[in-house]
């Protein structure tokens, strides 16, 4: 099975990111126009959480808060679960699906590489198994 690693290198290394004092407004006006479901947040170099459009629903829609009034460091991820370029698309899939989380950011070391979503790897998922699929046909029928 493929690693991590690949899927980056197939979607790019764009890393959207923002600062934890900003409101979760700006959080999410970056968000729509990226087309992203999650910003990472940063200080400076060092990456201390994550926030999502699912954060944004839970805790600030749901409970009524005011999205120009909310820093992003109240609503946000943390700790992280991050995964490094080595890891196994398998192992990300059952990290996701058990914590119960749609986007992993990737790290090596204290450097982030990029963000892999629930989405990538649903996308790798189905087409290694049509790979399978598929060398099996040719098998049989050879």
């Not at 999205?67 to 059952?94: G, H, K, N, W, Y």
């Not at 986007?103 to 049509?130: M, T, W, Y």
């Amino acid at each position: 099975m493929r690693q991590v690693k690949h899927l980056l290198d197939i979607k790019g290394n764009d890393i959207y990111a923002i600062a934890p004092e900003v409101p979760v407004l700006e959080a999410i006006k970056h968000m729509a126009e990226r087309r992203v479901g999650a910003l990472l947040v940063m200080r400076g170099e060092q990456l201390i959480g994550i926030v999502s459009e699912r954060d944004y629903a839970r805790k600030v829609i749901l409970q009524g808060r005011s999205s120009a009034q909310t820093a992003v460091s109240e609503i946000m991820s943390s700790p992280l679960l991050t995964v490094t370029p080595e890891t196994d698309v398998f192992d990300c899939m059952r990290l996701c699906t058990e914590s119960r989380i749609r986007h992993l950011p990737v790290v090596q070391g204290s450097r982030v590489l990029g963000v892999i979503s629930i989405g990538d790897l649903v996308k790798e998922v189905i087409s290694a198994q049509a790979e399978q699929i598929d060398q099996l046909q040719r098998y049989i029928t050879s």
